[in-house]
């Protein structure tokens, strides 16, 4: 069961670049959250469809200001926040009813994670191809 770890929170850093590998990590404190996304953060709520089907809620950080600072366009975190998102993002679980966050589920980080790949093998051939 996949609930909130309150030793810590399962997380994944989504950088902007997406030749960049997403980065496994756990929170312990929410100031590691502003260190990353490199300001004070605002969280894009969202859902995305389990393997059984259901929907599960996830929490993208994101910088609050990332486009008052002109921060680049993250697609990945884009995709499955399902809003254009910029700037390196961190995405965990959604809340528990204690409003606690919960981990990142282990079937959505193995999902962004084969995404990229696909993708970065799409491009490695569209360039031998060129």
Known sequence: ??????????ALIVPV???EPTIPFE???YTQYQTIV???FDIARSWVLSPNGGRVEISVYINDEGLIFNMAHNPRASKWAGRDLVGTAVITGGVDGKGNT?????????LIDNDNQQWLEQR???SQGA
């Not at 996949?2 to 929170?9: L, P």
């Open 17 to 19: 670049n997406r030749d």
């Open 102 to 110: 919960l981990s990142i589920p282990s079937f959505l980080q193995r």
């Open 38 to 40: 490199d300001g004070t």
């Open 124 to 126: 490695a051939a569209q």
């Open 1 to 10: 069961m996949e609930d909130a770890t309150y030793g810590g929170t399962q």
């Open 27 to 29: 929170v312990t404190d």
